[in-house]
T-cell receptor, first 113, second 118 residues
Framework: NAGVMQNPRHLVRRRGQEARLRCSPM?????VYWYRQLPEEGLKFMVY????????ESGMPKERFSAEFPKEGPSILRIQQVVRGDSAAYFCASRSRFRTEAFFGQGTRLTVV | KQEVTQIPAALSVPEGENLVLNCSFTDSAIYNLQWFRQDPGKGLTSLLLIQSSQREQTSGRLNASLDKSSGRSTLYIAASQPGDSATYLC?????????????????FGQGTILTVHP
């Protein structure tokens, strides 16, 4: 059973481009969380999704950021018109509906140049 | 709003020392507390998870304690080794209702950067 898979591991985007980060949860997991780790800062919650539903997006910036977790396929964190301040490590975690412990992926490190 | 603080921010010790990392949280209505390890440029590895009804958990040279009423947890590392060098993160899950369930959202501390030198 593979762990939580995130890709790409590293992503470089120019200012104004779009960034799409993918997260494939562990097999059997239907709950996904996204966290962001800015340089020299701790991890901050962004959004919590279940299949086809956003449950809590209280940590998402109001503009340019969106997330989805479709019935089929990975969860996607999308950042439109990226700016330098979006440079960070983005981590995904998943869990099953029966347990509250979530397991983390290796992260995607986004660099905006 | 839950706030998690870790002290010290950085710690450098010689190999073989026993050490304690501290974590405090402002809202005692937690469902569980988890300690993670993060190596540079890597993801998070879960070390220990303590349910709110538990007082401590042990795994090998690691022991984590929880005092929910005072909002504190400690991670004790015995006989430290250079391979223990990493950032250690403390995170709490909120108890969302009186029934003790939680939907898994974590609030993290800033971490303690540990360096164990030979």
């Amino acid at each position: 059973n593979a762990g939580v898979m995130q890709n790409p591991r590293h992503l470089v985007r120019r200012r104004g481009q779009e960034a799409r980060l993918r997260c494939s949860p562990m097999k059997g997991h239907s709950h996904v969380y996204w966290y962001r780790q800015l340089p020299e800062e701790g991890l901050k919650f962004m959004v919590y999704l279940q299949k086809e539903n956003i449950i809590d997006e209280s940590g998402m910036p109001k503009e340019r950021f969106s997330a989805e977790f479709p019935k089929e396929g990975p969860s996607i964190l999308r950042i439109q018109q990226v700016v330098r301040g979006d440079s960070a490590a983005y981590f995904c975690a998943s869990r099953s509906r029966f347990r509250t412990e979530a397991f983390f992926g290796q992260g995607t490190r986004l660099t905006v140049v | 709003k839950q706030e998690v603080t870790q002290i010290p921010a950085a710690l450098s010790v010689p190999e073989g020392e026993n050490l304690v990392l501290n974590c405090s949280f402002t809202d005692s209505a937690i469902y569980n507390l988890q300690w993670f390890r993060q190596d540079p440029g890597k993801g998070l590895t879960s070390l220990l998870l303590i349910q709110s009804s538990q007082r401590e958990q042990t795994s090998g040279r690691l022991n984590a304690s929880l005092d929910k009423s005072s909002g504190r947890s400690t991670l004790y590392i015995a006989a430290s080794q250079p391979g223990d060098s990493a950032t250690y993160l403390c995170a709490v899950q909120r108890d969302n209702n009186a029934g003790g369930t939680s939907y898994g959202k974590l609030t993290f501390g800033q971490g303690t950067i540990l360096t164990v030198h030979p």
